[in-house]
């Protein structure tokens, strides 16, 4: 809060900055460190959903929580919420289940849809990717990591959405109907019960939940039985009924004033995905407040440019990332009706049309989940130990999940194998676009139950649950795309977040 420029045009010395910053970055690690030093806990952050630490909590308080839980909950089975398994889940069936997957209404030239059908085998099946085009560009050494450059690369994009139709039935996905657990009731011996946006799934639960079958599992949006505090995410009525009347959606979100409001780049998006397709922001209170005080208010309409501005009260994760992580991965779960959706990361500004990027990514792959592999690392075992020594996550939690994953069957990735299950096993997920088909819909989930399990570096869970996903359901189809890094470059403009400026940093 200090870093509030000032009224007088902030023309503070530089000097007084930097050292301001030093100092608070100083402080920082050294509580931590403390904090580290003394507990040496996992950082339990799913007992601490209801805490506001967005709204100027100081470390002091946040670690004197951590501390709280971890007494309380010191003998809890951190795999297994076996308290609440006697309870009965209330499902609401009408929320969405997904066994239809409905025509998209396109509705322009119809007449020009023969003149389009791809008949080229350039389409990658859930195994079948086009691995050579893999092996080149794994081939090249990666030397002088510090200073590599990423460059996008080119992209044979559709050059207007005018001739683009919705193939009729260019996918033949795997057809069953999914369900969610709403809301979870407590059970008599089971005082302690508090509600968790994730619910309280068991281990047998989440095994259970890995089949491609009809079937009732969590994912988030879980409420506690009547009379017990939301368990987060909250959004006003009219947002939820705008957005349920949503076909095609691009979201994002900023929690924390982590970043700042990046519009979609207006000329670059045709006229049909402006009326068509919904452009949906998700911040919360303190993003919100920042942002008006740059200047920057939702017009009548709740817009802020292209971008439909959804305020999210009551957070349901101390932890930012995780919190991220609703939006990111369950849009299918927010937007009831969408037959489609991308997520962008808020460091990435769009530049693409999203009609262009569905039929680039989706159609013309015959996919129905497009995600990019990391542009560096192939290997989990990389990615924990870049994990580690960046300190992003505790790292006893860390090992926790990755030693569950090996005694689950994850195995380092082979480069030279030429039927490896996926061209990369560590994602970059700032960009991923979807078809929510049901297992699409199931992966989503899938990956988000690990999320809120274990710690929230997707990057660790990705290619598990793609592998046990499989691994569980021989001969049905999961259509993932995993597409090159360079592809993510040059559909989106790539930013630092917000907390990696400098303290001033210009409006615009
Ligand atoms: C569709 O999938 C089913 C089972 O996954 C398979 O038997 C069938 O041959 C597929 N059809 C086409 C046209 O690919
Ligand atoms: C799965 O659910 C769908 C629709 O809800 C139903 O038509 C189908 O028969 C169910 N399949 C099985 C195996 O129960
Ligand atoms: C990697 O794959 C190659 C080719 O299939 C195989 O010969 C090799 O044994 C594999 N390496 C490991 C460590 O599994």
């Not at 450059?149 to 069953?176: A, G």
């Not at 302690?192 to 009732?216: C, D, K, V």
């Not at 037959?339 to 990361?345: G, K, T």
């Not at 189809?477 to 001033?504: G, Y």
Request: with cysteine; proline share 5%.
């Amino acid at each position: 809060m200090a870093l509030h420029r000032r009224r007088d045009g902030g023309k503070r010395p530089i000097r007084f900055w930097r050292r301001r910053f030093a100092l608070t970055i100083f402080s920082l690690s050294l509580l931590s460190l403390i904090y580290v030093s003394f507990f040496g806990v996992n950082f339990p952050f799913r007992g601490l959903h209801h805490a506001q630490v967005n709204q100027g909590t100081t470390t002091i308080e946040i670690v004197k929580r951590k501390w709280r839980y971890a007494h309380d909950h010191l003998a809890t089975n951190i795999y297994n919420y076996g308290k609440v398994k006697d309870s009965h889940f209330v499902v609401d069936e009408g929320f969405h289940s997904s066994t239809t997957f409905p025509k998209l209404n396109l509705h322009y030239n119809n007449e020009r849809k023969a003149s389009h059908r791809r008949t080229d085998g350039d389409t990658p099946t859930m195994m079948s990717l086009n691995k050579n085009k893999w092996k080149s560009d794994l081939a090249k050494p990666s030397k002088s990591k510090s200073r590599k450059r990423h460059l996008p690369c080119e992209v044979d994009f559709k050059e207007t959405i005018d001739d683009l139709v919705e193939p009729e039935s260019y996918m033949n996905y795997t057809k069953f109907s999914l369900s969610y657990v709403t809301k979870e009731e407590k059970s008599d011996e089971n005082f302690l019960f508090e509600p968790r946006f994730g619910g309280h799934q068991t281990l047998e639960e989440r095994e259970a939940s890995y089949f491609a079958r009809n079937q009732t599992l969590h994912c988030g949006f879980v409420k506690g039985p009547d009379g017990y505090p939301s368990s987060g995410f909250d959004l006003n009525e009219r947002d939820r009924a705008y957005m349920a009347t949503c076909r095609v959606v691009v979201s994002s979100c900023i929690f924390g004033s982590s970043d700042f409001l990046r519009r979609p780049t207006s000329k670059m998006i045709g006229t049909f995905s402006k009326s068509n397709v919904c452009f949906v922001m998700f911040l919360d209170e303190l993003t919100m407040k920042k942002l008006s005080s740059e200047g920057q208010v939702p017009d009548d309409q709740g817009n802020i440019g292209l971008w439909r501005i959804v305020l999210v009260k009551n957070l349901p994760y101390i932890d930012m990332r995780r919190t991220g992580k609703v939006p990111k991965f369950l849009s299918h779960r927010l937007f009831p009706s969408a037959r489609y959706s991308i997520w962008l990361d808020s460091k990435l500004r769009l530049q693409t049309d999203p009609m262009v990027i569905l039929e680039y990514f989706l159609w013309r792959k015959r996919s129905e989940y497009a995600i990019s592999n990391h542009y560096d690392r192939h290997c989990v075992w990389e990615e924990v130990l870049q994990n580690k020594r960046l300190n992003k996550y505790s790292h006893i939690a860390i090992d926790e999940q990755f030693q569950f994953y090996q005694s689950d069957g994850l195995i380092k990735f082979n480069e030279s194998d030429e039927d490896a299950p996926l061209p990369s096993y560590v994602p970059e997920g700032s960009f991923i676009v979807r078809a929510h088909t049901p297992m699409s819909n199931l992966f989503s989930c899938l990956w988000f139950n690990e999320v809120d399990r274990f710690t929230s570096r997707d990057q660790l869970s990705f290619a598990y649950t793609f592998l046990k996903l499989r691994r569980m359901n021989p001969g049905k189809q999961f259509a993932l795309n995993m597409f090159k890094d360079c592809e993510r470059r040059a559909i989106a403009k790539l930013f630092h977040h917000r907390v990696e400026t400098s303290p001033s940093p210009p409006a615009f």
